[in-house]
Each structure stands twice: as C-alpha cells, then as structure tokens.
C-alpha cells in the first residue's frame, strides 16, 4: 500500500480549553495529506448524544483522542465494534483508562484529590481551569512558553459540559475495553505528566490485549499533543505505517 493512503482521522480534546487547542495537530496531519476533523468532549453518559457521536465516528479510519477524549475514543471505537462489526485504529495521547483511581485500577488520581479539584471548580471555575491549565504544561522544560501558547488557543467553554466532562472523568473506568478491543491500539504517554501517572504505561503493557501498543515520550508534559506536535504526528503516522 502506498504512503499515500488518505486516512480519515478524528480528533477529539482534552477537558477544559476546547477544541482549538488541537488544531496545530490538525493542521499538521492535514499538510500530510490526511482528512482530519476536530471535535470537543461531549457527555458519553448520554445514549443519545453518545448515538450522534458513533454515527460521526464509523465514517474515520482512526480515532484519536487526547486525556478525555482518549476515554471517549476508546467508547466510540467498542461502540462501533458492537454496532458494526469494524475495527477502527485507537490512538490515545495522554489518556488515563480510568482517570481517578478504582479498587482494581490503582495507577490514578487519588479520589481526594479529584474531589477537591471539582469542588474547587464548583467554587472558581475561572481560577480552577488556570490551575489547571499550569498542571497540563508541568514537567517540560518549556511549561512557561507552552502556558502562553496554550492561552491563545483556549476557547471559553459552557460550564454544563465542563461539569459533565468531570463526571465522566470520575466515573469512565474502560481498563476492560482496552483488554478486549480486537482492533489496533496505541496509547502515547508524557514521561513527565502531572495529570496521568507515567506508570501506567507499564501497567497498560500488562493487559497484553492482542494489537496494543505504547509509546512513551521523553521530557514531555500531559499536553504534548499541543506543544510537540512534529513528534506527535511522527508516532500517528509510524502507526499508520503499520497498519497499511
């Protein structure tokens, strides 16, 4: 197969900032030749809306998610196997199966933690997405400069989506999916994430699921997928290569 196969790929964000904040990957997967569209969290909990999203999402080759919407890639890609037989590629950047920590899934956000960071919100939300927007740039040598890049790009969000965007992020626990997803799987991990533990990238290895694989980047911070992107778009397509 030639290199020049058009993939069709969504992109789903990350929690908090909106959809723009993808957009240098967008457009640099676009200059390789790729369809590419670019879309923000939505509440999985609700069937219908989840329903728009798989009937979106069967129309792409690959999936990618980032954080949040690495969870919510990796619902669509088992709602499609379930509805439609297919196997779409799965490719998470930063992105927690299970983001707050569970009995069997102990590789997470410490229940209190989460709990304050959401009550801290309910209080401040202005604030808490600041905060919280710091902690996403943490751990690269560049987090100052990433910050002020990251502010041009975040767009307002409706505090109701943000609100359902935390409950999912406490509730989703979708270690079981990637156990038993037939299809390909990557998940591409920050070695220095403030938001998800770089453990669990050993810990995911070890679900040993058929066609899963992990990528890990050095001296790299949750929002890679932002302020790396030359390198992110380097391991999309080192996949796709694989797949073709």
């Known amino acids: ?7 069709r790929i969504l992109l789903i964000t990350g929690w908090g900032g909106g959809a723009e904040l993808l957009k240098p990957l967008h457009d640099a997967l676009e200059q390789k030749g790729y369809f590419v569209q670019r879309i923000n969290i939505f509440n999985a909990l609700d069937n219908e809306i989840l329903q728009q999203q798989v009937e979106l999402a069967v129309n ?9 919407g690495g969870q919510l890639a990796t619902i669509l890609v088992n709602q499609i196997q379930q509805q439609y ?3 779409k ?7 927690n199966p299970c983001f707050v920590a569970q009995d069997d899934w102990t590789t997470a956000m410490p229940v209190e933690t989460f709990m304050q960071f959401k009550q801290s919100f309910e209080h ?3 604030t808490t997405l600041k905060r919280f927007g710091l902690l996403v740039c ?10 002020l890049a990251m502010q041009k790009l975040i767009l307002p969000q409706p505090i109701a989506l943000l609100k359902q965007g935390l409950e999912l992020l406490k509730q989703l626990n979708l270690v079981d999916i990637c156990k038993k997803y037939q299809g390909r799987q990557l ?10 533990p770089y453990q669990i990238a050993q810990n995911i290895q070890d679900l040993a699921a058929k066609n899963l694989s992990i990528v890990s980047i050095e001296g790299s911070s949750h929002g890679f997928p932002c302020f790396m992107v ?7 397509e080192d996949c796709l290569k694989k797949t073709a």
Request: no cysteine; hydrophobic share 50%.
């Open 89 to 95: 590629l799965l490719i998470t950047l930063a992105s």
């Open 60 to 68: 792409f080759d690959v999936i990618v998610g980032w954080s949040l």
């Open 124 to 126: 401040d939300a202005i």
């Open 187 to 196: 998940h591409v991990f920050a070695e220095h994430d403030a938001l998800v």
């Open 138 to 147: 943490q751990g690269a040598s560049s987090a100052k400069k990433d910050f």
């Open 230 to 236: 030359e390198q992110t778009v380097q391991i999309i």
């Open 1 to 7: 197969m030639s290199k020049h196969v058009t993939y």
């Open 85 to 87: 037989a297919e196997q």
